[in-house]
């Protein structure tokens, strides 16, 4: 039987045999005999052997229970972080191969962390190698391009054509910077510098950057919130989500439309609402606006390249964040980021 290839199993099992043998052989002894009061000495004999076998029970699994809390003690030590802890596994039985698959389980997860860990930091290095050579040579047409138009501005077809080059030069290094920020964050070549930060001040950052623009288009840029909400997050990072998202909505208003960014707080979070009255979102898109590159049959904006709300949603859900979207074909849409703070949860 396999179950008595553990030599503790054994054992117990051959001390409740001895204890009902030698049980046996007194209460025999004793009829054959014919021992006054045998009936009394053999319930007591009985009794003798119902407490040695409970003895030898309580023994075997009060050993057994600090194996048990051994193996549970190793578990949540791998668990914690602590890859090198083990079940020790040096005898036979079942239990024993149970612990020797966890083991096992365990070499195996670590041997897959170890070469995904390896993949990352060769996806890194790749797309460090990958910045380093494409902000060379747009850097060097972006020279060039100047050189032209300052060379051209008495020929107005030139400069023209010169302008509309700039443009596309701006866009191609936009896409190559969100695309190596997805990257990076895919990868996991990220690690958020998360401090506490004033959500006021980063709202009047992102007002100044969309100044210039909300003059040229005659929009209004309006921020309302209380001063002293703060939230725990990466301060760069949760700008460039932000300020995708408002792009967004620039590019999907019109002369004379708003932008509305708000923010308050509530028991258990941090809300942020960008809200336009632009275009709005077709019923058909809505559950696409967040799939990289994708374009819309019915966007009237031919310049976007798909990347700014995927990116801003990725940068939003790595600050345990939530992302909604509302909109009404014709009346606007309204972009909700909720921030969960984890010691008031």
């Known amino acids: 039987m396999r179950i008595l290839a553990n030599k503790k199993v054994k054992a117990l099992f051959c ?3 001895i204890c009902i043998l030698i049980f046996t052989l007194f209460s025999v002894a004793l009829l054959l005999f014919e021992i006054e009061n045998a009936s009394f000495y053999i319930l007591l004999g009985a009794l003798v052997m119902c407490i040695a076998i409970l003895a030898a029970g309580y023994g075997y699994f009060r050993e ?3 194996i048990m809390e051994n193996a549970v003690m190793q578990i949540t030590e791998y668990i914690s972080g602590n890859r090198e802890a083990r079940i020790v596994c040096d005898e036979e039985g079942e239990m024993y191969r149970l612990f020797h698959e966890v083991n096992t389980l365990a070499a195996i997860l670590n041997a897959h962390a170890e070469n995904e860990q390896k993949s990352k930091q060769f996806l890194k290095n790749t797309i460090s190698d990958i910045s380093h050579q494409l902000k060379t040579p747009l850097a060097a047409l972006n020279i060039y391009n100047g050189l032209m138009q300052g060379e051209t501005e008495e020929l107005p077809e ?3 054509l010169a302008s509309l080059s700039e443009k596309e030069l701006d866009r191609i290094e936009m896409l190559v910077q969100n695309l190596l920020k997805i990257t990076k964050l895919d990868a996991g070549a990220i690690v958020f510098e998360k401090t506490s930060q004033n959500v006021a001040d980063m709202m009047g950052e992102i007002e100044l950057h969309f100044a210039y623009r909300a003059k040229q288009e005659h929009k209004e840029l309006i921020l309302s919130g209380d001063e002293q909400i703060s939230l725990v997050c990466d301060r760069d990072w949760m700008i460039e989500a932000l300020e995708n998202i408002v792009k967004n909505a620039f590019d999907h208003t019109g002369s004379g439309d708003s932008i509305r960014i708000s ?3 509530s028991a258990s979070m941090v809300q942020i609402t960008i809200k336009d ?3 709005g979102i077709h019923p058909e898109d809505m559950h696409y606006i967040f799939k990289r590159f994708y374009r819309s ?6 310049q976007g390249i798909g990347l700014g709300l995927p990116l801003a949603k990725m940068i939003v859900e790595a600050h345990n964040g939530t992302v909604e979207v509302d ?7 309204t972009f909700i980021l909720n921030f969960f703070i984890p010691t008031k949860l």
């Open 64 to 66: 057994q229970n600090e």
């Open 263 to 265: 923010w308050k707080p």
């Open 277 to 279: 009255n632009g275009s």
């Open 158 to 160: 030139l400069w023209e």
């Open 327 to 333: 909109s009404e074909l014709g009346a606007g849409t």
């Open 297 to 302: 049959r019915f966007s009237k904006d031919k």
């Open 15 to 17: 001390k409740a045999i």
